[in-house]
């Protein structure tokens, strides 16, 4: 990626934003909304959980170029 950790990261525990990088990424709850060490919560995707690795990788090469524009962005960081 071409972008600081620090972007990508703040992407990565900012659940507000999951839907914006995550194609299948329905909604998110987690109180307060970002990551951190014991964190529970749910995620709704309309899939379920993947069964099969072929498809979500390409749905996790989707996610990662969409982390990397959105940590591009000015408005993310």
Known sequence: MAVSASSAWDLLVDT?????WGPSVRAVELAGGRLGAGSH?????P???P???GPYVLLCGAALKRIELLAMEPATR
């Open 16 to 20: 507000h934003k999951w839907s914006q």
């Open 51 to 53: 069964l099969l690795a």
């Open 47 to 49: 899939f379920g959980v």
């Open 41 to 45: 919560g749910r995620v709704q995707t």
